[in-house]
């Protein structure tokens, strides 16, 4: 089942704006060309029951992180 994600983006002024709904595979584009970092606050209804986390601290988004820092193969 894929999910909708939100993800929190600094706005010109330095605040924060949130961004989405996304598609999750959209989602996950974005996490490996790295315009969503470790640091960045992403939430999901279904996946983290509509919290704000970091990134880094979802389960299993270490492994798109990897890819993301070793670059397109």
């Given at each position: ?45 279904s ?27």
């Amino acid at each position: 089942m894929s999910a909708d994600w939100y993800f929190m983006k600094k706005g010109f002024f330095g605040g924060a704006k949130t961004v989405g709904p996304i598609a999750e595979a959209t989602f996950v584009k974005k996490i490996q060309t790295g315009e969503i970092a470790p640091e960045t606050m992403v939430s999901s209804t279904s996946k983290t029951h509509g919290h704000w986390l970091h990134l880094k601290d979802i389960r299993g988004s270490e492994l798109l992180l990897k890819k993301s820092q070793s670059g397109p193969k």
